[in-house]
């Protein structure tokens, strides 16, 4: 399926470039358009309903006209570009040559006729003056040589994201092909290169949190690596729609200089905006074949979907700004917005702020479920409108091409789906903040340790939204999702499964993954993972399958923050299969104070004498003490996790190169990258960072 798509998308995107529409000009073509312009403006040369126009042998005036007029041009290949635009006439050469010398023994200067009308057929063939067409050539040619910097200069726009995707990809290989090499690449020059450039947050510290500036607009902070790549490709697009643009004076074609400039900045950025369409559709979807090559989170390409829309939508402003300097410079402002392409062109252009500021992460996070419908209300316009807006010119096809990227992605979705069918799953409430989805798993359904699956409850309040959660995969023939309650549908749930008897029902779902990327920390052998909360899942996983695979020699380390003892309920089982595995496990409690119910301890409890003994009577150090004594393979800390120390401690005792793999809450992952940043030249091995945690 993977192959597949990457065919078709591929394909998709070529031909959007490539089609048969004449996207890039050449001086011969150049020379046509200029005779074609002179020569219609000048004279009446064929009837308004003659198809053939220039091109008809029957029409001697018009056709030994253009042959003089590219005789006087002398532009190399021009002849052969006209005769080709004439194929659907089946004019030859030998018809040409003929209709030249024809004319050439009757030219006739219009200015001389007596009585002569440009709006009347005239039968005559007119001369071209040498220097009025050179005039024309230059006046016209500047502006489709234009077009031509807009389509290499937007190919480059594209080709940009898919070098750096190819050159990561590369890395990304080499991370499980050649693990060792990679982790070799530790000189001084490497370290410091990676300590401020490739690993850190952008600033001092955020990145995983959401960063709030004026107490209103909120954003997600790319990485430092991700800032430059956007930066570097923000700056390109600032220069290609800045340079390169040439004035003419005389202007044949425009009387004022604002006309001329707002119609080559509108070219400019319209074709520009055109191609960087394809990819902003491509970048959101789930299915993204980049994300595979690349070893890339879903994260990132939603960042980068997000900053190539704003780029596209501001292209589409400058162009309609262009337009209308151009239009009034010419008095057709009123005409053109009469037209219904102009008007799409508004709806789509409209769509598009909309969708901007529609997407903002305040916006998202307040009602999700309304900004999904919005965008795709908005995202429909935005493509019918600017399909219809440049359907006349031939540039729709750029619109198709990202029509069908985006429908791929939702019949690959639907296939995954489909092939996954509905099942009934046994949900569970545990505690007041956790649910505990089981299902059967299909035994064709592979999942990889920290990957992510899309789940749809089958109710009637929330059957059509689905919602990414991580996979634990620690029951064979059973797929497991841990869920914090929150807003929304969890919330939903809850508030069903609170009233269901022991707090849980059986609910149909719909399942749709795996996604993600898989983690390269298994290569490594010292890997620690440090996560807290319900982040723990995914690093679970990982470290699992890492520790019933591993060598003698590899180390695996969990360093997991929880808020009390009674946070541990919803994990109980999986942090007894620890003990069957060679795992150093460290987990902090924040609250200590924070008793543990007696429901809990009977749920856990082994034997009958401890049913017996785990009643009212009995107090909470006791539980406490039980719990701990329950879990002895594990090391209990009473105390927030200090990230800084962490990390620290783990650095100064490895003596081979080292991975941290972090999810937990976002503030908490800022301060494991910057702590690993911070320490990651304090030894002479390698030390790596992975997050598996995706704010979306």
């Known amino acids: 399926m993977v192959s597949l798509s990457v065919i078709i998308a591929a394909t998709l995107l070529l031909t959007a470039a490539a089609h048969k529409v004449n996207i890039i000009y050449h001086n011969r073509d150049i020379a046509v358009k200029a005779c074609s312009t002179y020569l219609t403006r000048t004279a009446t040369l064929h009837g308004k309903k ?19 007029c590219l005789h006087v041009l002398n532009q190399t290949g021009s002849i052969d570009s006209f005769l080709d635009s004439c194929k659907h006439t089946n004019l030859t050469r030998a018809q040409f040559d003929a209709a030249y010398l024809n004319a050439s023994t009757q030219l006739v200067n219009t200015t001389a006729v007596k009585g002569f009308n440009t709006t009347k057929l005239f039968y005559q063939p007119i001369i071209t003056p040498k220097k009025k067409i050179r005039n024309y050539k230059d006046s016209i040619g500047t502006r489709f040589i234009n077009f031509n910097y807009a389509s290499w200069y937007g190919i480059v726009l594209i080709g940009y994201w898919f070098a750096l995707v190819l050159v990561s990809g590369f890395f990304n290989f080499l991370k499980f092909a050649a693990p060792n090499f990679v982790q070799s690449l530790n000189s001084r020059i490497v370290t410091k290169y990676r300590k ?6 952008t600033g001092s510290k955020h990145h995983a949190e959401i960063k709030t500036y004026f107490k209103v607009f909120s954003m997600v902070v790319p990485t430092r690596a991700e800032s430059l790549m956007i930066f570097g490709w923000v700056v390109l697009a600032i220069i290609f729609n800045c340079v390169s643009y040439h004035s003419v004076s005389p202007n044949t074609v425009w009387k004022y200089k604002y006309a001329e400039m707002g119609r080559k900045i509108a070219d400019r950025t319209g074709v520009m905006s055109l191609y960087l369409i394809p990819p902003t559709v491509l970048f959101a979807g789930r299915n993204n074949l980049l994300q595979w090559i ?7 390409f939603l960042i980068l979907h997000r900053w190539v829309a704003r780029v596209t939508t501001l292209l589409f402003i400058v162009h309609a700004v262009g337009m209308t300097f151009n239009g009034r410079g010419i008095g057709k402002y009123q005409q053109r917005n009469g037209r219904p392409y102009v008007r799409w062109g508004y709806v ?6 909309l969708m901007c500021f529609q997407g903002l992460i305040f916006l998202r996070r307040k009602a999700y479920e309304y900004f999904l419908l919005g965008h795709i209300v908005l995202g429909v316009l935005y493509m019918v409108g600017g399909y219809l807006h440049v359907e006349k010119d031939g540039y729709h096809y750029f619109y198709m091409s990202a029509f069908c990227l985006w429908a791929l992605d939702r019949v690959l ?10 099942k009934p799953a046994e949900v569970e409430l545990i505690g007041e903040e956790m649910m505990r989805v089981t299902v059967d798993k299909p035994t064709w359904w592979k999942a990889f340790p920290g990957c992510h699956a899309f789940v749809s409850f089958m109710r009637p ?15 064979d023939g059973k797929l497991v999702f841990l869920i914090r309650v929150k807003g929304g549908v969890s919330h939903g749930l809850y508030k069903f499964l609170s009233k269901q008897p022991n707090q849980r029902a059986t609910i149909k779902v719909s399942i749709e993954g795996p ?14 993972f440090v996560g807290g909360g319900n982040g723990i899942v995914g690093l679970y996983s990982i470290a699992m399958n890492m520790a019933k695979k591993s060598k003698a020699s590899q180390r695996i380390k969990i360093h997991w923050g929880v808020r009390n003892y009674l946070n541990l309920q919803w994990f109980y089982n999986e942090l007894q299969q620890l003990s069957t595995v060679n795992v150093d496990t460290t987990i902090y409690v924040s609250d200590c104070q924070c008793p543990i119910n007696t429901r ?44 800084e120390q962490i990390v620290q401690n783990e650095i100064s005792q490895t003596i081979s190169p080292i991975a941290f793999t972090t999810c937990a809450h976002p503030a908490f992952v800022d301060d494991v990258r910057k702590a690993v940043v911070n320490n990651m030249d304090k030894t002479k091995q390698r030390v790596d960072l992975f997050e598996e945690i995706q704010v979306w």
């Not at 789509?348 to 702020?353: E, F």
């Not at 979705?413 to 509905?422: D, E, I, K, N, P």
């Open 348 to 353: 789509g252009t409209i769509a598009a702020c």
């Open 515 to 528: 996604y993600g990327a898989h983690n390269p920390s298994s290569r490594y052998n010292n890997t620690v």
């Open 196 to 201: 401020y450039v490739t690993v850190p947050a």
């Open 461 to 475: 309040s929330c059957f059509w939204q689905s919602h990414p959660f991580t996979v634990l995969d620690s029951v």
């Open 413 to 422: 979705r639907l296939v995954r789906c489909a092939t996954f069918g509905v």
């Open 50 to 68: 003659d198809k053939k126009g220039f091109c008809n042998v029957k029409a001697q005036q018009a056709l030994g006209s253009m042959a003089n």
């Open 600 to 643: 809990f301890m009977e749920k856990n409890s082994d034997s009958e004498e401890d049913e017996k003994s785990s009643g009212d009577e009995k107090s909470g150090s006791d539980h406490v003490s039980s719990l701990k004594a329950s879990l002895p393979h594990i090391e209990f800390v009473e105390g927030r996790p200090n990230a």
């Open 294 to 300: 690349s070893g890339w989170k879903y994260q990132r």
